[in-house]
């Protein structure tokens, strides 16, 4: 069984900046590291092992995320590619969608594709959808548990944004995006660390997926949409009240406060509740 993950670098989120005059993420202001979702699809490949499947990270991102790839080894990947090209710059989540789409293309057969549900810096949770669309295959999203992985199918519980759970049966190849329920991310073994430090990682730029896309249909030509500005909201101030009277009092008092605060319509001297 050939699994491919998909893992996205993405900036720790709790230390990065905002280019807020250029409208950008400030990326040298923060460690890059792998999007947290993207561990548990990760190890949910990695368990696959198990059962004889091949596990592939895939990356799309500048040279720098070779190091994600490594990281991605030393937690049990047996294989990374890396997608990088000056011409994949500037992608939307649907060029990003094409370029990897790409990739998987270009790698091969495949039985499963396994992304996270969302990335922690994009965030839209669009990118696994998209690229199943792409290749024609079915997808889940929100799973949280995987079970019956068969050579022609595989079972999931999703978690339906509703409330309720679904188990879905999905034929392979399939694509599965995944919830941080789905497993206990594992920390790398020391001895693959070492390994991934020298370990070949395969680089593919535009030119090496000629076949399955082009120019017109990556980076900023290939985007469908455009980020006008980015900004941090304003912190609001809120001014709340906890009332613990008794019903009527608390009514009173509420009334008074919203009519102090211009907060209703203007209703003459019915303003008294009895
Ligand atoms: P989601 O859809 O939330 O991610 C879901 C899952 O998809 C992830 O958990 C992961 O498994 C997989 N995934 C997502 N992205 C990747 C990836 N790159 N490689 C492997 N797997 C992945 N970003 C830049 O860094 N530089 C830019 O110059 C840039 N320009 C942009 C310009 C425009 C007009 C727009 C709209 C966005 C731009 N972005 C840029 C953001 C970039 O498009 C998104 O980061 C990317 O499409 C992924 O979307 P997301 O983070 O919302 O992923």
């Known amino acids: 069984m050939n699994v491919i993950v998909l893992i996205k670098e993405v900036p720790d989120m709790d230390t990065v900046r905002f280019d807020t005059e250029n409208g950008r993420v400030d990326r040298s202001s ?24 091949t596990v592939t990270v895939l990356t799309m991102g500048p040279p720098r995320a070779e190091k994600t790839v490594r990281d991605a080894y030393a937690r049990g990947a047996d294989l990374g590619v890396l997608l990088s090209d000056s011409k994949f ?24 594709v396994l992304c996270g549900e969302k990335s922690v810096d994009g965030d839209t949770a669009q990118v696994g959808a998209e690229i199943a669309e792409i290749l024609g295959i079915p997808h889940a999203y929100y799973v ?15 978690e339906d944004i509703c409330g309720s759970k679904q188990v879905r049966e999905l034929t392979l190849p399939a ?32 030119e090496d997926m000629a076949g399955h896309t082009s120019q017109e249909q990556v980076g900023l030509k290939g985007s469908k949409t455009k980020v006008l500005k980015i900004y941090v909201p304003a912190e609001i101030q809120r001014n709340n009240r906890i009332y613990r009277d008794h019903f009527n009092q608390f009514q009173k008092n509420v009334w008074a406060e919203l009519c102090k605060r211009n907060l209703l319509p203007n209703r003459g001297d019915q303003h008294e509740i009895i």
Request: glycine letters at 6%; charged letters at 20%.
């Open 175 to 206: 694509l599965i995006s995944v919830t941080k329920n789905l497993n206990t991310v594992q920390l790398p073994e020391i001895r693959r660390k070492l390994l991934s430090l020298n370990v070949p990682i395969t680089k593919f730029g535009l």
């Open 89 to 112: 710059g500037g992608a939307d989540t649907w060029a990003t969608s094409v370029t990897l789409a790409a990739g998987i293309k270009k790698l091969g057969a495949f039985d499963l």
């Open 144 to 158: 949280e548990h995987i079970q019956n992985v068969s050579k022609d199918s595989i079972q999931v519980r999703v």
């Open 30 to 53: 923060a460690e890059a590291e792998i999007n947290p979702f993207d561990l548990n699809a990760l190890q949910a490949a990695v368990e696959l092992k198990e059962q004889g499947a």
